[in-house]
Nanobody, 125 residues
Framework: VQLQASGGGLVQAGGSLGLSCAAS????????MGWFRQAPGKEREFVAAVSRTGSRTTLIDSVKGRFTISRDNGEYTVNLQMSSLKPEDTAVYYCAASGSSWRGNRLDLNEIDYWGQGTLVTVSS
């Protein structure tokens, strides 16, 4: 599965931005899809995930109420809609595919089978 992320850019604090990740394979629906991010000098961290059918999602506490993850199994895409952005959201965002079972909590790095190339989100204060 190849993943191609897009939609990053520069936005002012309080603004909104949408990320999209397109997958290459019809096996897309076999995977939990997620987003991770990596800020400068920090480790890559889990942000959000959506179950195979799209009926369940999980997000880290710091983005709950501001970010929404969704997927379209017909179009092989997963989206991350971000609003009320803060400077601390600045990072390279990566989409990811995991063949793990859905547990309803964060995905660990070692559960990821495929990574997208990353897209930079910069939030200015």
């Amino acid at each position: 599965v190849q993943l191609q992320a897009s939609g990053g850019g520069l936005v002012q604090a309080g603004g909104s931005l949408g990320l999209s990740c397109a997958a290459s394979a019809r096996t897309f629906r076999d995977y939990i899809m997620g987003w991770f991010r990596q800020a400068p000098g920090k480790e890559r961290e889990f942000v959000a995930a959506v179950s195979r059918t799209g009926s369940r999602t999980t997000l880290i506490d710091s983005v709950k109420g501001r970010f929404t993850i969704s997927r379209d199994n017909g179009e092989y895409t997963v989206n991350l809609q971000m609003s009320s952005l803060k400077p601390e959201d600045t990072a390279v965002y990566y989409c990811a595919a995991s063949g793990s079972s859905w547990r309803g909590n964060r995905l660990d790095l070692n559960e990821i089978d495929y990574w997208g190339q990353g897209t930079l989100v910069t939030v200015s204060s």
